[in-house]
């Protein structure tokens, strides 16, 4: 059974940083993309970055881009996500998720969620 653990989230001041870690167990980690998604209050859930299972390709949504930074490290079976310049409008929950193509990510194709991490930016 994958399960997949979200930590680091947290309040932040705008303009601060904060950095997302996510756990996976229960697959062969290397041979996945990663990736993050994200749901603020009353919307839907939304892309936010991904990383190719050897880290050589990365995808951000252009609303990130440039100030997000995704990373793994298959030893630790860990991705990250790192959060620069962070504002009001990142304020949700963070959640990862496992694929076996960066081309994947489309929040429909993912059948269940772990419980994500709270980051709220005020501002």
């Known amino acids: 059974q994958v399960q997949l653990v979200e930590s680091g989230g947290g309040l932040v001041q705008a303009g601060g940083s904060l950095r997302l870690s996510c756990a996976a167990s229960?697959?062969?980690?290397?041979?996945?993309?990663m990736g993050w998604f994200r749901q603020a209050p009353g919307k839907v859930r939304e892309f936010v970055a991904a990383?190719?299972?050897?880290?050589?390709?990365?995808r951000y949504a252009g609303s990130v881009k440039g100030r997000f930074t995704i990373s793994r490290d298959n030893a630790k079976n860990t991705v990250y996500l790192q959060m620069n310049s962070l504002k009001p409008e990142d304020t949700a929950v963070y959640y990862c998720?496992?694929?076996?193509?960066?081309?994947?990510?489309?929040?429909?194709?993912?059948?269940?969620w772990g419980q994500g991490t709270q980051v709220t930016v005020t501002s």
């Open positions: 990383i190719s299972w050897s880290g050589s390709n990365e």
């Open positions: 998720a496992a694929h076996p193509s960066i081309e994947g990510f489309v929040p429909a194709v993912f059948r269940s």
């Open positions: 229960g697959l062969t980690f290397s041979t996945y993309a």
